[in-house]
């Protein structure tokens, strides 16, 4: 069909019915709905969140006229509804009443509403976004929402509303002793609820990236239906000045807080007698305690800290001048970014906020802190006292909080020595230019020993090993890392690649040295080269390196770090956490002094033809391994079979410190029989920009026969030991195993396990062919749910060309993302082009362009490694990956012809 | 569209938004019907559109492009007719077995081949080829309605005919 036709057709179709006349519709509709204005002026703040948070203090501030916005039946059977907030998404459930008939169709309907900064958000779903559950409050039964799997894509413009209103869906089985019940109500598709009372659950689950990232809302209201039940004096406000007068502190339950650890619940210690209930509400990041909507019978609360704080105790008391606050944390496991909570206490009497004295933990409005050793401190054992630096976490306008320090507080355990400390915050905030910090002398109660050294404003996570030669953590890593870097190059000059890490401060020379940049650049002394999603912010910053430093409209700042010969930047990005803090997060890029000359990385040139070698097993049984070494490095193989398991699914490494000797593993479930495996080795491949790509590519191709596995239920090793030409160091060396048209990668932590696949139907396509090839991931472990926390792209994608030089490296910017798995569910994801494309001529912008005009891939003739990289931080934190992250890499080879 | 009545109209007088319904009536009409090729949901779609669009004027900071934003609107309630008629045939036909047309629409009254075919694309597809083959739009404004980048806009457009050339062969 040509387009000729399709616009004609296309135009029967629209002219395939007289216009009907809406405007009678339109206008009885926007009779009874709120006019702009009116959403403007309960709306203040732009966006729709401000509308959100209008109305629920409308309605808290009238209790007996509007909804009740904390989900709970209104007492006059009025409108109920609930709200909750996650990122820049609201959901809303309403019901028009709060009390029913029994054959009565309930009125329900939620609202799922985008306010973020983008003219409107996609995001992946079932087809459905949102779906109703229900449970039945004064008996046992209870029903889930169903949704589809389609992964279908939603627009959501800013501030429109997407509206569903209750239906059924669910599921239930025979032997469900409800399920007569449940096959009957589903039969009648009018949404009708039994009588009793009911808490009506409306849920949103999407992907922000495809239906990757998974973000989860739920908001619940009850309704009752039949006879009006007698509602407990809780519900029912006393009059004001009838406030009576409590014989001991009353403790009240405030609705749980949903953190990413689960759900924790403030408490209310109550020795004024004044609070009727705790209710929910969403932190809008104002003053600690607030009359909303200038209600003074309403008090907000907000709050901020790691997740140990979203536990929080709240003391109200009278003093002599008006109420204290105090605001205690109860313990709980921390993490290192800083959260806001909020709660609202509905009174019996007003109180104004401005009589509150708000404390934390019995000291006044102070801010959490976090600290590092001095530049000249090494912790021993016999360390009795400790030198510290210590950083302000909120803005200060760049002022040191030198004599604003408080603190410290010192717990000591048998494996930790945690220390915290407090600033007094500038009186009104300021502006978030980075800040020096103030010198501490911590006296300890005894010698550290053995035993860590955890910052306690930051959380757990923050550990410094003490040992007679550390420096710290971080800093011994970067050289780490620089040095493994330099033995790569075994004929290169001075040289390095990508090196990239992470962590979110910098050190005092680091920030002494950002002056230093700028003359550094001017003089031509290095180069720099940057990673990053690619989007036209980066492509555009990649171009003109001037215009990173304000890419998405936001300063930047910048500093350097110089540990030997290197030169790296950093960039520090802004990274929103829930209720609209910030914290600072840095990427780091890497740029080179000196000319690179990372052409020549081992001493050996790949011969013309691959030489097939082969691999004896030392005990003289047949040899059931092979190799075809297309690099020219393997001289010689030997195999072997062990009876102990690897550490690792397949791995590599160097036999001591011999790098002229490489072994490689893999388990097998077997001990009696090896497994018949082909070994297939590439490169070196000469980058003068690697992307983080290694310099060889060794695959491991089990091809099983029968009989040859499975006499012995028990994991073992097979491997080879290969003879090199040259030293070469593991790290350089990428080992993949694979089956058939699939490649497989597992990680392990503790009891965890991640198992990432990446397969494609066929291992050879026609050049210009898109190439279709998927990856799965699958969680098993103890939680039945699991987060993985990593910098994103998660899952990253990317090849190697085997056999010429293009390739894509999976790069990423740095924002920390959420990979959410349900336990033994593959979740299964299409390849997807993101991160750094480097043709054979880097130069070659065309092949660039060309490259991601579409978002398809396709690619000439060659042999290519296709990867999948997944994984992240067990405990929510984007912050020190290695201790508890699980990873695992899965790659294939891919003939384009 | 005039400015000063979109103005008005923001500022929540109701009788310059009116006005907008009865000059915006007919091409949102003409556009739903086309994407869904029902008369009903088309009606439905664009009614909700207009109360959509009332409800969130005030929201719309900058009214030179309210076209577009009711467009984006019009779109949104098309998804969710198509979903709401979906679910609808779902429940009524659960025990009948499932056919590939089971989640289209009933026929339009003029039904052919190409009806056939155009409805089982997506709502997306539809629009973006109602928008550029029936209103002739370019990528720019297309991109505009859609809210998304002109080189996806591009890519959508190429897939969506593939779509639909595919969807006419298997007819």
């Given at each position: 069909?040509?387009?000729?036709q399709?616009?004609?057709?296309?135009?029967?179709?629209?002219?395939?019915?007289?216009v009907?006349?809406?405007?009678p519709a339109v206008?009885s509709?926007i009779d009874?709905?709120?006019?702009?204005?009116?959403?403007?002026?309960?709306?203040?703040?732009?966006?729709l969140?401000?509308?959100?948070?209008?109305?629920?203090?409308?309605v808290?501030?009238?209790?007996?006229?509007?909804p009740a916005?904390d989900?709970?039946?209104?007492?006059s059977g009025g409108?109920?509804?609930?709200?909750t907030?996650?990122?820049?998404?609201?959901?809303?459930?309403?019901?028009?009443r709060?009390?029913?008939e029994?054959?009565?169709?309930?009125e329900v309907?939620?609202?799922?509403?985008?306010d973020?900064?983008?003219?409107?958000?996609t995001?992946?779903g079932?087809?459905?976004?949102?779906g109703?559950g229900?449970?039945?409050?004064d008996?046992t039964?209870?029903?889930?929402p169903?949704?589809?799997?389609s992964?279908?894509?939603?627009?959501?413009?800013a501030g429109?509303?997407?509206?569903?209103?209750?239906?059924?869906?669910?599921?239930?089985?025979?032997d469900?002793?409800?399920?007569?019940?449940?096959r009957?109500?589903f039969?009648?598709?009018v949404?009708?609820?039994?009588a009793?009372?009911?808490?009506?659950k409306?849920?949103?689950?999407?992907g922000l990236?495809?239906?990757?990232?998974?973000?989860?809302?739920?908001?619940?209201?009850?309704?009752?239906?039949?006879?009006?039940?007698?509602?407990?004096?809780?519900?029912?406000?006393?009059t004001?000045?009838?406030?009576?007068t409590?014989?001991?502190?009353?403790?009240?339950?405030?609705?749980?807080?949903?953190?990413?650890?689960?759900d924790?619940a403030?408490?209310?210690?109550?020795?004024t007698?004044?609070?009727?209930?705790c209710?929910?509400?969403?932190?809008?990041?104002?003053?600690p305690?607030t009359?909303?909507?200038?209600?003074?019978?309403?008090?907000q609360?907000?709050?901020?800290?790691s997740s140990?704080?979203?536990?929080?105790?709240?003391?109200?008391?009278?003093?002599?001048t008006?109420?204290?606050?105090?605001?205690?944390?109860?313990?709980g496991?921390?993490?290192?970014?800083?959260?806001?909570?909020?709660?609202?206490?509905?009174?019996?009497?007003?109180?104004?906020a401005?009589e509150?004295?708000v404390?934390?933990?019995?000291a006044p409005?102070?801010?959490?802190a976090?600290?590092?050793?001095?530049?000249?401190?090494r912790?021993?054992a016999?360390?009795?006292?400790?030198?510290?630096v210590v950083?302000?976490?909120?803005?200060?306008?760049g002022?040191?909080p030198?004599?604003?320090?408080?603190?410290?507080?010192?717990?000591?355990?048998?494996?930790?020595?945690?220390?915290?400390?407090?600033?007094?915050?500038?009186?009104?905030?300021?502006?978030?230019?980075l800040?020096?910090g103030?010198?501490?002398?911590?006296?300890?109660s005894?010698?550290?020993?053995?035993?860590?050294?955890?910052?306690?404003?930051?959380?757990?996570?923050a550990?410094?090993e003490?040992?007679?030669?550390?420096?710290?953590?971080e800093?011994?890593r970067?050289?780490?890392m620089?040095?493994e870097?330099?033995?790569a190059?075994v004929?290169?000059?001075?040289?390095?690649s990508?090196?990239?890490y992470?962590?979110?401060?910098?050190?005092?020379?680091?920030l002494?040295?950002?002056?230093?940049?700028?003359?550094l650049?001017?003089?031509?002394e290095?180069?720099?080269?940057?990673g990053?999603?690619?989007?036209?912010?980066?492509?555009?910053?990649?171009?003109?390196?001037g215009?990173i430093?304000a890419?998405g409209?936001?300063?930047?700042?910048?500093?350097?770090?110089?540990?030997?010969?290197?030169?790296?930047l950093?960039q520090l990005d802004?990274f929103p956490?829930?209720?609209?803090?910030?914290v600072w997060?840095?990427?780091?890029?890497q740029?080179?002094?000196g000319?690179?000359?990372?052409?020549?990385?081992t001493?050996?040139?790949?011969?013309?033809?691959p030489?097939?070698?082969p691999c004896?097993s030392?005990?003289?049984?047949?040899?059931?391994?092979?190799i075809?070494?297309?690099s020219g490095?393997?001289?010689?193989?030997?195999?072997f079979?062990r009876?102990?398991?690897?550490e690792?699914?397949?791995?590599?490494?160097n036999v001591?410190?011999?790098e002229s000797?490489?072994?490689?593993?893999?388990?097998?479930g077997?001990?009696?029989?090896?497994?018949?495996?082909?070994?297939e080795?590439?490169?070196?491949?000469?980058?003068?920009?690697?992307?983080?790509?290694?310099?060889y590519?060794?695959?491991?191709?089990e091809?099983?026969?029968?009989?040859s596995?499975?006499?012995?239920?028990?994991?073992?090793?097979?491997?080879v030991r290969?003879?090199?030409?040259?030293?070469?160091p593991?790290?350089?060396?990428?080992v993949?195993?694979t089956?058939?048209?699939?490649?497989?990668?597992?990680?392990r932590?503790?009891e965890?396990a991640?198992?990432?696949?990446i397969?494609?139907?066929?291992?050879?396509?026609e050049?210009?062919?898109?190439?279709?090839?998927?990856?799965?991931?699958?969680?098993?472990g103890?939680?039945?749910?699991v987060?993985?926390?990593?910098?994103?792209?998660?899952?990253?994608?990317?090849?190697?060309?085997?056999?010429g030089?293009?390739?894509q490296?999976p790069?990423?910017?740095w924002?920390?993302?959420?990979?959410?798995?349900?336990?033994?569910?593959?979740?299964v994801?299409?390849?997807?082009?993101?991160?750094?494309f480097y043709?054979?001529d880097?130069a070659?912008?065309?092949a660039?362009?060309a490259?991601?005009a579409?978002?398809?891939?396709?690619?000439?003739?060659?042999?290519?490694?296709?990867?999948v990289?997944a994984?992240?931080n067990?405990?929510?934190?984007?912050?020190?990956?290695?201790p508890r992250?699980?990873?695992?890499?899965?790659?294939?080879?891919?003939?384009?012809? | 569209?005039?400015r000063?009545?979109?103005?008005?109209?923001?500022?929540?007088?109701r009788?310059?938004?009116e006005?907008i319904?009865?000059?915006?009536?007919?091409?949102?009409?003409?556009?739903?019907?086309?994407?869904?090729g029902?008369?009903?949901d088309?009606r439905?779609?664009?009614?909700?559109a207009?109360?959509?669009?009332?409800?969130?004027?005030g929201?719309?900071?900058?009214v030179?492009?309210?076209?577009a934003?009711?467009g984006?609107?019009?779109?949104?309630?098309?998804r969710?007719a198509?979903?709401?008629?979906r679910?609808v045939?779902?429940?009524?036909?659960?025990d009948?077995?499932d056919?590939?047309?089971?989640?289209?629409p009933?026929p339009?009254?003029?039904?052919?081949?190409?009806?056939?075919?155009?409805?089982?694309?997506?709502?997306?597809q539809?629009?973006i080829l109602v928008?550029?083959?029936?209103h002739?739009?370019?990528?720019?404004e297309i991109a505009a309605?859609?809210?998304?980048?002109?080189?996806?806009?591009k890519?959508?457009?190429?897939?969506a005919r593939?779509?639909?050339?595919?969807?006419?062969?298997?007819?």
């Open positions: 069909m040509n387009d000729d399709l616009s004609r057709e296309l135009s029967r179709r629209a002219a395939a019915a007289d009907p006349d809406v405007l206008r509709a009874t709905r709120p006019s702009p204005v009116r959403a403007s002026r309960l709306a203040p703040l732009a966006g969140a401000g509308v959100v948070a209008a109305l629920l203090l409308l808290i501030a009238l209790p007996r006229l509007g916005a989900g709970l039946p209104s007492p409108p109920v509804s609930a709200t907030r996650s990122g820049d998404f609201s959901l809303i459930i309403t019901s028009a709060s009390q029913y029994a054959d009565e169709p309930v309907e939620a609202s799922l509403v985008y973020g900064d983008q003219g409107e958000a995001v992946g079932a087809n459905a976004l949102i109703f229900i449970e039945q409050v008996g039964l209870r029903m889930e169903a949704f589809d799997a992964c279908t894509p939603h627009t959501l413009s429109v509303p997407v509206v569903e209103p209750f239906s059924k869906s669910g599921g239930f089985s025979d469900d002793p409800d399920a007569g019940f449940w009957e109500w039969s009648d598709p949404p009708t609820l039994p009793g009372t009911w808490r009506v409306a849920l949103a689950s999407f990236d495809g239906c990757r990232s998974v973000r989860t809302l739920e908001a619940s209201i009850v309704v009752h239906v039949g006879p009006e039940p007698q509602r407990t004096p809780e519900i029912e406000a006393p004001p000045d009838v406030a009576p409590p014989q001991a502190p009353q403790v009240i339950s405030c609705p749980p807080v949903r953190d990413s650890l689960g924790v403030p408490t209310v210690v109550d020795e007698g004044i609070v009727e209930r209710l929910a509400a969403t932190p809008v990041g104002g003053p305690a009359n909303p909507e200038g209600d003074l019978s309403v008090l609360l907000e709050w901020s800290g140990c704080h979203a536990a929080a105790r709240l003391s109200l008391a009278r003093t002599a008006g109420y204290s606050l105090d605001i205690t944390p109860t313990g496991l921390c993490r290192m970014l800083n959260a806001a909570y909020a709660v609202r206490l509905a009174l019996r009497e007003p109180v104004p401005a509150v004295l404390t934390h933990g019995g409005e102070l801010g959490l976090w600290w590092e050793l001095a530049a000249h401190e912790p021993t016999t360390s009795t006292e400790l030198d510290l950083y302000e976490q909120a803005c200060a306008n002022e040191s030198e004599g604003r320090v408080v603190g410290p507080r010192v717990d000591y355990s048998e494996e930790a020595v945690t220390i915290l400390f407090w600033v007094s915050p500038l009186p009104g905030g300021g502006d978030c230019p800040a020096p103030a010198p501490v002398r911590v006296e300890l005894g010698p550290l020993g053995d035993r860590r050294i955890v910052d306690g404003g930051i959380g757990a996570d550990v410094m003490a040992s007679d030669s550390l420096l710290a953590l800093t011994s970067v050289d780490e620089a040095s870097r330099f033995v190059m004929g290169g000059e001075e040289c390095t990508v090196v990239m992470d962590r979110d401060v910098p050190t005092q020379e680091e002494e040295a950002a002056a230093e940049i700028p003359e650049l001017d003089a031509g290095g180069f720099i080269e940057f990053g999603y690619v989007s036209d912010r980066w492509l555009s910053a990649a171009r003109a390196f215009a430093e890419y409209g936001r300063p930047k700042p910048w500093y350097i770090m110089m540990p030997g010969e290197r030169l790296t950093a802004p956490i829930s209720g609209g803090r910030t997060f840095a990427g780091f890029y740029a080179v002094l000319d690179s000359q990372c052409n020549d990385p001493q050996t040139q790949p011969p013309a033809d030489e097939s070698i004896p030392a005990d003289g049984r047949p040899a059931e391994v092979s075809i070494d297309h490095l393997v001289s010689g193989c030997d195999a079979v009876p102990a398991s690897p690792e699914f397949v791995d590599v490494t001591g410190s011999d000797t490489l072994e490689v593993r893999w388990e097998i077997a001990i009696c029989s090896s497994m018949p495996v082909h070994l080795l590439w490169g070196p491949f000469a980058y003068e920009f690697s992307g983080g790509l290694p310099n590519a060794l695959q491991v191709e091809r099983p026969t029968e009989g596995v499975g006499c012995l239920d028990v994991v073992a090793s097979q491997g290969l003879t090199l030409r040259s030293s070469v593991a790290q350089q060396i990428e993949f195993r089956s058939g048209n699939r490649g497989m990668g597992q990680g932590v503790a965890h991640l198992h990432v696949e397969a494609s139907d066929t291992l050879e396509f050049a210009g062919e898109p190439i279709d090839i998927s990856a799965l991931i699958v969680y098993t103890p939680r039945s749910e987060t993985l926390t990593g910098f994103d792209p998660n899952p990253a994608f990317g090849f190697q060309q085997l056999d030089h293009d390739r490296g790069a990423t910017h924002d920390c993302e959420a990979l959410d798995l349900v336990r033994d569910v593959a979740l994801l299409p390849f997807e082009k993101h991160g750094v043709p054979a880097l070659d912008s065309a660039v362009e490259y991601w579409e978002p398809e891939l396709r690619l000439p003739p060659g042999l290519y490694r296709f990867f990289r994984g992240g067990l405990n929510g934190s984007c912050r020190d990956l290695e992250s699980i990873g695992a890499t899965a790659s294939i080879v891919v003939t384009v012809r | 569209m005039d000063e009545l979109l103005v008005r109209a923001r500022a929540g007088d009788e310059a938004f006005l319904v009865v000059a915006k009536g007919e091409p949102l009409y003409r556009t739903a019907l086309a994407i869904l029902n008369e009903a088309a439905d779609a664009t009614q909700e207009f109360i959509g669009a009332w409800r969130s004027l929201r719309l900071r900058d030179e492009r309210f076209d934003w009711l984006r609107i019009l779109i949104n309630e098309c969710m198509l979903r709401h008629r679910r045939r779902e429940v009524a036909l659960s009948a077995p056919s590939p047309d089971s989640a289209g009933p339009a009254t003029d039904s052919t081949d190409f009806d056939d075919a155009f409805n089982r694309l997506s709502v997306d539809r629009a928008l550029h083959h029936l002739g739009y370019g990528v720019r309605w859609l809210g998304i980048p002109s080189g996806t806009v890519w959508r457009l190429s897939r593939k779509a639909l050339a595919a969807e006419l062969s298997d007819s």
